[in-house]
RNA sequence: GCGCCCGUAGCUCAGUUGGAUAGAGCGUCGGACUUCGAAUCCGUAGGUCGCAGGUUCGAGUCCUGCCGGGCGCGCCA
């Protein structure tokens, strides 16, 4: 890890500054760490002196010479250099950094206080999962895991919405089109592919509804008895929507993502946790009754346009101001959001804002809850809104709060903040980041693959929308048991020898590797047009190649126990006592060296991940070490190098790597398999 | 109409603290399996970073305007 090397000489340098150029405490420049090119200039560099050169009246490089010679010495810092365009570099000491790290011997950053609590996958328990939902839990599970990595403790929830039109729908279709009982969905239920039937009901109710609009008052009633419960088809709703939710889990499982808690609409319902959370708005005025206009008699929360929640940073310049009072002059009908209708019922924002406050603590009442399955790791909880268990874990309550819903819905999470902000809690607005993301759409090509003609629209456009309602889309076990397939084909041709089992298991490895890494490489904000052949490439920039250069890693320490009994402790041993030209680069290259420093900046890509929540950063971090690893690996033997010290460093190098890249890879929640 | 996002090589995309020569995969063309596994490696060709201004010692990155594309903006969820 190269993060305590940074904050060292970051920590050092401000003092040589301070004391060099007599800078007090807020004029001394941040100080930006940058890698060098190549090795030869340096391993760290900065390029602080151009920073100071206006200040000084002096010329970068002049400066950096100055810092360069008053640098004095720092530990595991063997030589500062001023380079003639003015950066200023740092070699670092490699013997010791190489050691230290493989022994696991660096101190960690300390993680800041307070529990964090990610939201994810929340898919409409009334169907099948798709490819886009694959997208939102790969992307909030690799952000549970990074944030877990960083030392913050995470609450893994999945938002199951068992109130809405989509499951009313369904129950609508078994009901009025099919007219089963709850007796029949059961048996259904327990003898077919319960998500996938249920796909197709769905489409077929959709396309029922468009045949004669009257019909969408079934629609209506259904929605009213789900709410107020204690009928048939409220039963039946519960019931599908139960089943539907451990089909997801099951799916959500083979992808390796998990959860701590499914936090049940239904229960925010019944526990009335919007009449407490209303209480607080109207106290704080952040919503208030409309009495005239078109909004009469409803309870409205003003929107603010464009004010961001950084007032106070931005002065509006003279011409804005001038706008503004232009505006304000000019009454042209203030935007608001309808919070309650003026039939008294609570709109979806309005269970959101009382769901947002319970995250954070803000709401003063709890959920019950009860054991909803139990796992080798422990139980999966569940909300309830009566007779729950005693002994749970406290959920809700975080410091931090990160929504993970596409960009569709960005509107909504605004306005959510703004709820916080206008109940005076603007720092839990701050705390409340909505992760978002663009969609998944379909190519052409695999549109096509699904049996779909595309419409007038679809064909203008490079990509074709997926639709729940019309049941077009690849759904996400169609999708892992196509991966998994070819990817058991092709170990069972490279492995003829493997049990059909062992095989089976390596196969599932190498399927949710592709999978995970190709949901994960794309930056989030750009759309994901998903071509199957593209998903299904193992080679060039995919998740199993970077598996492949772990495997072939291991390989190499077990041949080498093999055939000289040499284990991979004594390799890490006796390293003080072996000459280390070998990474020193006494042979005219460095590349050694710079496996080390490149695998050793896992933490600082982490970082960096969590900054800009963007885990494409992470995905092409992993790749291009992978990448330097399988260059060298055909460059430099270790098996068969002759000279005993050039081996020992080339191992205690490999060794590190694939411990990082192993790392990095379980971040992204894939596993390393024995054998590919 | 307003708001947000996208525009980088033939294609798909990285480049998110502004820094040293703009990168990768796929595809092209040509090489490397008697040596730790070729799901690999090496080489080759390919770029007005949408356009125009501006800020800066320095801009793919920040600001403004424009062009092209996507999404969002309901007493739906």
């Not at 301070?18 to 340096?42: K, M």
């Not at 919405?161 to 609508?172: E, F």
Request: net charge negative; with cysteine.
């Amino acid at each position: 890890m190269i993060l305590p090397v940074h904050d060292r000489l970051r920590g050092h340098l401000t003092g040589v500054l301070r004391e060099l150029y007599a800078l007090d405490e807020t004029s001394v420049p941040s100080i930006a760490l940058e890698y060098p090119p190549n090795r030869t200039l340096g391993d760290l560099g900065t390029p602080v002196a151009f920073e100071l050169a206006r200040r000084l009246r002096k010329a970068p490089r002049a400066i950096a010479q100055e810092i360069a010679g008053a640098f004095g010495t720092l530990e595991g810092i063997t030589q500062v250099g001023a380079a003639p365009n003015g950066y200023l570099n740092f070699f670092l000491e490699r013997r010791p950094f190489l050691i230290d790290r493989i022994a696991g011997r660096y101190p960690t950053a300390p993680a800041p206080a307070g529990k964090a609590i990610v939201e994810h996958t929340a898919i409409n328990p009334n169907k099948a999962a798709h490819v886009g939902h694959l997208r939102n839990s790969a992307l909030g599970d690799t952000l549970v895991r990074v944030l877990r990595f960083r030392g913050i403790p995470v609450e893994v929830q999945n938002y199951i919405d068992d109130t809405g039109v989509q499951v009313a729908d369904v129950i609508v279709g078994f009901r009025v089109i099919e007219q089963k009982t709850l007796e029949q969905i059961q048996e259904i239920a327990d003898s077919t592919r319960f998500d996938y039937y249920c796909w197709d009901l769905y489409s077929r109710v959709t396309q029922w509804y468009d045949g004669d609009k009257d019909r969408l008052k079934h629609r209506a009633d259904t929605l009213h008895e789900i709410e107020h419960g204690g009928t048939e088809a409220a039963a039946i709703g519960a019931f599908v929507a139960d089943r539907i939710v451990r089909t997801h889990l099951r799916t959500m499982a083979r992808m390796n993502v998990d959860y701590d808690l499914l936090t049940w609409e239904g229960d925010i319902l019944r526990l009335k946790f919007w009449a407490q959370a209303f209480d607080v708005l109207k106290a704080s005025g952040a919503v208030y009754l409309q009495t005239e206009g078109r909004l009469a008699g409803c309870w409205v929360m003003p929107i603010q346009e464009d004010e961001e929640a950084t007032p106070k940073t931005q002065l509006p310049t003279p011409k804005e101001k001038t706008e503004k009072s232009e505006e304000a002059e000019e009454p042209e009908e203030e935007r608001e959001k309808v919070i309650v209708r003026s039939n008294g019922v609570v709109t979806y924002v309005g269970k959101d804002i009382a769901y947002q406050f319970w995250k954070l603590g803000l709401l003063g009442r709890d959920f019950c809850y009860r054991v909803f399955t139990t796992r080798p790791h422990g139980p999966l909880w569940a909300t309830c809104a009566s007779d729950g268990e005693n002994d749970h874990p406290d959920f809700g309550g975080a410091a931090y709060v990160y929504n993970v819903i596409d960009v569709r819905q960005s509107y909504l999470q605004k306005l959510l903040k703004q709820a916080l902000v206008a109940a005076a809690h603007p720092e839990a607005a701050d705390r409340s980041h909505h992760f978002s993301y663009e969609m998944v759409t379909l190519s052409h090509a695999t549109a096509r693959e699904l049996g779909y003609t595309p419409s007038e629209d679809d064909a203008k456009r490079p990509f074709v929308e997926v639709s729940g309602r019309k049941g077009l889309g690849v759904k996400a076990d169609d999708l892992l048991d196509t991966v998994i397939r070819k990817a058991g084909s092709e170990v069972a041709s490279r492995n003829p020898e493997l049990s059909g089992e062992e095989r089976d298991r390596i196969a599932q490895m190498i399927g949710i590797a592709a999978v995970r890494y190709f949901l994960i490489k794309f930056s989030r904000g750009k759309m994901i047009v998903f071509d199957l052949d593209e998903a299904l490439s193992f080679e060039g920039e995919s998740g199993p190649y970077i598996q492949y250069a772990v495997v072939r890693a291991n390989n190499i320490f077990q041949k080498l126990k093999q055939r000289d009994g040499t284990d991979e402790a004594t390799l890490r041993a006796a390293l003080n006592d072996v000459p280390a030209g070998e990474l020193a680069g006494d042979n005219g290259s460095h590349e050694l060296w710079e496996l080390v420093l490149e695998a050793s900046r896992l933490d600082e890509v982490v970082d960096q991940v969590i900054r800009s929540l963007e885990f494409s950063v992470l995905a092409k971090y992993a790749f291009s070490l992978a990448q330097a690893f399988n260059a060298f690996y055909h460059r430099s033997p270790i098996l068969n190098e002759e000279r005993d010290d050039v081996r020992r460093w080339r191992a205690a190098a490999v060794i590190y790597l694939r411990d990082q890249l192993t790392r990095a890879l379980d971040l992204m929640g894939v596993s390393v398999p024995p054998r590919m």
